[in-house]
C-alpha cells in the first residue's frame, strides 16, 4: 500500500500499535440513528431545541465526571447560540495550534520565509578555504537532506575542495532548550516530541523534523538478527540490534526505541519469518548536530575535506562571507503540512521565530509574548488562557472555549485568512493534503467536506474547534473542548455535535429528528491524532 503525501509516494509497512501516552485521537465513523429532541415549555425552537439537541449528545456516558467547554456562534454577527461552561479553562492539546498558526501569520506575514545559511570566515587560496565553514540556521523545520545537498554542491561549484578549519554549526537563532515545559519524558523518542533547533532535518515530505526513519524486517531465518535500515543514511545516529528473527507465525514483540541522553537507537524484541516491516520514526538528541552531520556527509560527496573536527553551537562572525543559501517555502505553503497534519515541531519553531523576529530572543518566552499581543490585537482575553508552548503538547496549556470562538470569529477579516482558513483539516477530505487529521471523520454526514477545523487531544483531553455551514448555508463557529474523562475517546461526541450543525437550519430554529449517533470505540490508539500514528496513516 502506498501514500502520497505533498506530492510525494511513500511505501506504508504494517501496521504496529503505538504505546500510550501523549497524542491526540484516531477518528471514530458515524452512525446515524433517529432521535427526536424536544424544547422546553414555552421555547423556542431554534436555540432551545439546539440546545437540547447538543445538551443530549454532552450528556453521553464518557463525559461523566468529566468537563465540556463549548461555545457555537454565527460566524457573521457573532451571536452566541449556545454556550456551555464557555469561560471555563481546560487542556486545548493541539487546538493549541489555533492560536500560534493565527499568530504567525499576523507576526511573520503569509510570504515569510526561513533562511539556512553557508558562509566562509578566512581566506581563499585557490581551491582550499584557510578558515571556517559555517553553517548557519535560521530555524527552518522542513530542511530536508537533498537540500544541504545542494548548499554542499554550492560550495564545490564555488570552488573549494579543502577546508583546513571546522565545519561550524550555528544554531544560535534560537536558545539552548530544546524541550517544552511539561513534556512528557517518556515520549522523549517520539518523533512528535522532537527537540527544537534552530538547525534540523526532516526525513520525509511530512517534514517531521529532527527525526529518522528505522525500518527493520525480518533475517533470513530464525535466529538471525533483523536486518535494520536508517533514512537518512547518516552515522550520527547508532544501532544496538539486540532483536531475534523468530520462525513463522511466533509473536512480533520488535520494538525501536533511543536512549535517552544519546544517539542509541536499540531495536530488541521478536519478529517473525514472514511479518511485514516495523518502521518507526525515531527522534534524535541534539538536532543542530544531525543537522551539521548530514552538511559534512553532503560535502564530502561534492568532493570537500573538512580537516578540523565539526564544532556545535557557535555564531557566525559578523565579517563571515556568504557563499549560498538555502529559503523554505513560504509560511502560507508551510501552513498546509503544519496544521493539516497537527505537527509539533512547526510550532515550536514558529513560536521561537516570532519571539526572534519581535524582540531579538529566539526563545520560547518571546514567542509567547509574541502570541499573546497578537491574540490581544484579534480580540482575545489573554488574562483568562495560559500558554506555554505552540503545539499543545504541554498539559499546562488552558484555553476556554470561549476565547477560541472570539478567535475564529476575528480572524476572518485578517488578509490572510483564506490561506489560513484553508490550511484547516477538512472533514472526510479526499487525501491527506485535503483532510489531514480530519480525512476520515463526518464521513457520509452533512459535515463532509463541509466542516474545518483543528483537532487536538492528549490523553484525557480533546478539542475540535473550527467552522461549520449549516443546512441553510449560515456560517458557523465551534469550539469544543472536553476534558477529564476516562474513555479512550470522544471523538465521536464532537463529530456528532459539529454533524448536528450541519443537520440544522439555525435560521428557521428547526433542529431535525436525525442526528448522529454517539460512537465508541475500543481502539488502544484512540488518545493520539491519527496523522501521529505513523506507520498508520489518515
Not at 46 to 73: F, W, Y
Not at 419 to 435: E, H, K, Q, T
Amino acid at each position: 500500500m502506498t501514500r502520497s503525501v505533498m506530492g510525494t509516494d511513500r511505501r506504508t509497512p504494517r501496521v504496529r500499535p503505538f504505546r500510550t501516552g501523549l497524542g491526540c485521537v484516531l477518528t471514530t465513523a458515524l452512525a446515524l440513528t433517529t432521535l427526536t429532541f424536544s424544547s422546553p415549555a414555552g421555547a423556542g425552537t431554534s436555540n432551545s431545541g439546539l440546545k437540547g439537541a447538543i445538551d443530549t449528545i454532552l450528556a453521553d456516558a464518557r463525559l461523566d465526571g468529566g468537563a465540556a467547554s463549548v461555545v457555537i456562534a454565527d460566524a457573521d454577527t457573532g451571536e452566541r447560540l449556545y454556550q456551555r461552561a464557555g469561560g471555563d479553562r481546560l487542556m486545548p492539546a493541539s487546538n493549541t495550534k489555533i492560536a500560534t498558526s493565527v499568530a504567525a501569520f499576523g507576526v511573520l506575514g503569509p510570504q515569510y520565509r526561513f533562511s539556512t545559511d553557508v558562509l566562509t570566515h578566512g581566506t581563499r587560496d585557490g581551491a582550499t578555504l584557510k578558515g571556517d565553514l559555517y553553517l548557519r540556521g535560521g530555524g527552518d523545520p522542513t530542511t530536508l537532506v537533498k537540500d544541504y545537498d545542494k548548499l554542499a554542491a554550492a560550495v564545490a561549484t564555488a570552488g573549494i575542495t579543502k577546508v583546513t578549519g571546522r565545519l561550524v554549526a550555528d544554531d544560535t537563532r534560537f536558545d539552548t532548550q530544546r524541550l517544552g515545559r511539561s513534556w512528557a519524558v517518556d515520549d522523549q523518542s517520539s518523533y512528535y516530541s522532537a527537540q527544537t533547533s534552530a538547525l534540523t532535518v526532516a526525513p520525509d515530505t511530512d517534514y517531521d523534523s529532527g527525526t529518522v526513519i528505522v525500518e527493520a524486517v525480518p533475517g533470513a531465518k530464525a535466529g538471525d538478527k533483523p536486518k535494520v535500515t536508517v533514512e537518512p543514511k547518516t552515522g550520527y545516529v547508532k544501532l544496538d540490534i539486540s532483536g531475534t528473527t523468530v520462525a513463522a507465525g511466533g509473536s512480533d514483540t520488535l520494538s525501536v526505541q533511543r536512549r535517552h541522553g544519546n544517539n542509541t537507537i536499540t531495536i530488541s524484541g521478536n519478529i517473525p519469518i514472514g511479518a511485514g516491516a516495523t518502521k518507526e520514526w525515531v527522534t534524535v538528541w541534539e538536532p543542530t548536530g544531525y543537522a551539521a552531520a548530514v552538511f559534512h556527509d553532503a560535502l564530502t560527496r561534492h568532493g570537500v575535506k573538512v580537516t578540523e573536527s565539526t564544532r556545535l553551537g557557535r555564531a557566525t562572525p559578523t565579517s563571515a562571507q556568504p557563499l549560498t543559501s538555502h529559503r523554505s517555502m513560504p509560511l502560507r505553503e508551510l501552513m498546509h503540512p503544519f496544521m493539516k497534519l497537527s505537527n509539533n515541531m512547526h510550532a515550536e519553531a514558529l513560536t521561537k521565530t516570532m519571539g526572534y523576529e519581535t524582540a531579538g530572543r529566539g526563545t520560547w518566552s518571546a514567542g509567547l509574548s509574541a502570541i499573546a499581543a497578537r491574540l490581544r490585537a484579534e480580540g482575545v482575553t489573554t488574562d483568562d488562557l495560559r500558554q506555554v508552548d505552540g503545539s499543545g503538547l504541554s498539559r499546562m496549556n488552558l484555553f476556554p472555549a470561549e476565547q477560541f470562538a472570539t478567535l475564529l470569529l476575528s480572524v476572518r477579516d485578517a488578509p490572510w485568512y483564506a490561506d489560513w482558513y484553508a490550511s484547516l483539516p477538512l472533514a472526510c477530505g479526499p487525501d491527506r493534503a485535503a483532510g489531514g487529521t480530519l480525512r476520515t471523520r463526518m464521513c457520509n454526514t452533512p459535515a463532509a467536506l463541509n466542516a474545518r477545523a483543528k483537532t487536538g487531544s492528549l490523553t484525557g483531553a480533546s478539542a475540535l474547534s473550527g467552522y461549520v455551514t449549516d443546512a441553510n448555508g449560515r456560517e458557523l463557529v465551534f469550539s469544543i473542548v472536553l476534558n477529564n474523562y476516562l474513555a479512550s475517546s470522544v471523538k465521536g461526541i464532537e463529530d456528532a455535535v459539529v454533524v448536528t450543525l450541519a443537520r440544522t437550519d439555525t435560521t428557521t430554529e428547526t433542529v431535525p429528528s436525525i442526528t448522529p449517533a454517539l460512537t465508541r470505540t475500543t481502539d488502544p490508539t484512540a488518545d493520539r491524532e491519527c496523522s501521529w500514528q505513523k506507520p498508520t496513516f489518515c
